[in-house]
């Protein structure tokens, strides 16, 4: 993909990010934090291509320690914000 | 592509000579070293991923990637309401998996095995820590993750950086003399690529030096308060402004392509925007902490978009935008809450010189205090009340007790309701998760804006762990800090209860209360765990 293409994704994804993200609930703003902190380590993609590839030992490394942050956040990002979001119930007695 | 094509001026380097490359992009460098001199004649805009490796971006890999960024976007729609919001959550699990499994597949795995043990770890972890984690530390929790995005970003970029042929971000050997032949080839990185490397490892590293400053004063492992160095706008623009110049000289090559200068620029940047993040949040205060964190969510979803355009990889950018806009939304609603701009948060102080102007007024003013039993009667005689929770509650983790006095007024018929100011608390909704923990139903749970109205029709405004969201000077001092930040109209209610440990404290903008005083305050100073205990056992 060339660079226009892609700028115009992330451009799109922008306006898409600011009306998805007003939508939210303000009761939601705490998991709201936890989720797109969660989903921002997609950077792991990045981690692994980097610790997939031969070429160059430092590379490699830096990649798994990323893969390793990145899975702390995925994992715990996705827990966390489940843990929160289970809490929010109606009663159902009432 | 057979136009670009660019030549060594030298015949190549000679054998034994170590990579250093003093090489310059004709087309923008304005310093040619003579020496190794790579001129590439390359359209800055070229694409990254398909003309460096040759191959072509297979499409059913590109849709995997959109069809991840796509269930993110899902992800965050879900959020719209709580009833929706598992379910968004697990489109946000699948995203993930889907983008992961997808670089999995269509990479030729190196070391599986490592990389196994390495998401292993990080995941047994991750997933210990969200299942201990206490619901009033989650501020401090989100700050930490912050932290970790933002140091995966910077080492992704230096991995780039270090084997760009793997990202399929090198210079195209056709384009270099000699083609394969030519030691750099694969070992150059197109300049467009170089920007943004260059922006993702500087915003991720904001982000982490941010994040680890931002997770310290939460938890309380530093102080809270504003920490001002002399001239330190100077300070942070100089040292942003070097940063950009690096980033700059990078692109444009200046001073050699590659070799020890590039490398040299990449770590300068690194470090100083290290310096930079750890400096842009020293000097903002404890209660700006909500804005802080929702400004490093944001720059954490940069740093990924960033990173995203160096793979050219649609899940990332579009996460990345998600991501970026949706912590500007947050940081622009709490700045709205306490009435204040951006930049003033930002340029940091807050709660500083305003503490000393607010307690320098000293006078004694008169005030009631009661007990629980006092507390308990009224309530009793209400019909309806109002409860403003404040971060005094998440300290004193006094959510659970709350709702058992909510219980046992409401099976005595008395309708009791919650408001939540947006900046209640150390992040956006952090009352909200409270209170869902202590199991309040959330239809109970009100918005500023949509309960500001009832206190006049109220019989009991009972603030538990709140201040400067119910302090009327912000509608009536000019001169006072908070002016103009909307609050609470507790002074409407018949009869104003308020927890709150001691006298002393007056909030986090350092501003005196004249709710305090007021002819139907009563002030109930203890631990507001301990009281709303013994309002519920005086209440049986």
């Not at chain 1, 703003?29 to 993609?45: C, E, K």
Request: charged share 15%.
């Amino acid at each position: 993909m060339d660079f226009i293409s892609i700028l115009s994704i992330f451009v799109l994804a922008c306006f898409v990010g600011y009306y998805v993200v007003w939508s939210v609930t303000p009761a939601l703003h705490t998991p709201l934090m936890a989720v797109t902190n969660a989903i921002s380590s997609v950077i792991i993609v990045g981690a692994l291509i980097a610790s997939a590839e031969a070429g160059s030992d430092i590379a490699k490394w830096l990649g798994l320690a990323g893969v390793v942050l990145a899975s702390v956040n995925i994992f715990g990002g996705f827990a966390v914000t489940e843990r929160m979001l289970a809490m929010y119930k109606k009663k159902e007695k009432k | 592509m057979q136009g670009t094509t660019s030549f060594l001026r030298h015949p190549g380097p000679r054998a034994g000579v170590p990579l250093s490359f003093g090489g310059a992009l004709k087309v923008a460098g304005p310093r040619i070293k003579p020496g190794v001199t790579v001129v590439l004649l390359t359209a800055f805009l070229a694409s990254p991923a398909s003309a460096s490796t040759g191959e072509a971006v297979n499409p059913w890999v590109a849709l995997a990637y959109l069809v991840a960024g796509v269930f993110f976007i899902l992800a965050l729609r879900g959020l719209s309401s709580p009833s929706t919001s598992r379910t968004g959550n697990r489109f946000g699990m699948a995203g993930m998996l889907i983008a992961v499994a997808t670089t999995l597949i269509t990479h030729d795995i190196a070391n599986i095995v490592e990389i196994g043990i390495a998401i292993f770890v990080g995941g047994a972890f991750g997933l210990v820590v969200a299942r201990r984690i206490a619901m009033t530390a989650m501020p401090e929790l989100v700050a930490a993750f912050h932290s970790l995005v933002g140091l995966a970003a910077v080492l992704v970029g230096w991995a780039a950086f270090l084997n760009p042929s793997a990202f399929g971000i090198a210079v195209p050997s056709e384009m270099l003399k000699f083609g394969a032949e030519n030691p750099l080839a694969g070992k150059l990185v197109q300049p467009i690529s170089l920007i943004e490397m260059g922006l993702g490892v500087a915003i991720g590293a904001i982000t982490f030096s941010g994040s680890v400053i931002a997770f310290a004063k939460l938890s309380g492992k530093m102080s809270g308060s504003p920490i001002l160095l002399p001239a330190r706008h100077v300070i942070n623009l100089g040292v942003l402004a070097v940063i950009l110049a690096l980033i700059a000289f990078l692109y444009f090559g200046v001073g050699g392509v590659h070799g020890d200068t590039q490398l040299h620029y990449f770590i300068a940047i690194t470090v100083l925007a290290f310096l930079i993040g750890f400096l842009l949040i020293i000097p903002i205060g404890g209660a700006d902490m909500p804005v802080v964190v929702s400004m490093l969510n944001s720059y954490s979803g940069w740093a990924a978009a960033a990173m995203g355009f160096t793979l050219g990889n649609t899940a990332m950018i579009i996460t990345g935008a998600l991501v970026g806009s949706s912590g500007a939304i947050l940081s622009y609603i709490m700045c709205r809450a306490m009435n204040r701009s951006f930049l003033s948060v930002i340029a940091g102080g807050f709660g500083a010189e305003s503490g000393a102007s607010g307690g320098g007024g000293g006078e004694q003013r008169p005030y009631k205090t009661g007990s629980a039993e006092d507390a308990a009667f009224m309530l009793e005689q209400a019909e309806k009340v109002i409860v403003i929770p404040g971060y005094g509650m998440a300290v004193a983790q006094a959510q659970h007790a709350l709702r058992e006095m909510t219980d046992v007024l409401e099976e005595k018929g008395i309708e009791v309701k919650f408001a939540i100011h947006p900046v209640a608390g150390r992040m956006p909704g952090h009352m909200n998760v409270l209170l869902a923990e202590a199991s309040v139903d959330y239809d109970k749970v009100f918005e500023l804006e949509d309960i500001n109205s009832e206190f006049a029709q109220c019989d009991v405004a009972f603030i538990i762990g709140a201040n400067d969201v119910v302090n009327p000077a912000a509608k009536t001092d000019k001169t006072s800090p908070i002016y103009g930040m909307p609050v609470f109209d507790v002074e409407k209610a018949k009869q104003v209860f308020f927890i709150k440990r001691s006298m002393g404290g007056v909030g986090y903008a350092g501003v005196d209360n004249d709710v305090f005083y007021m002819n139907q305050t009563v002030m109930l100073l203890a631990d507001a765990k301990k009281m709303v205990e013994e309002i519920v056992k005086a209440l049986d």
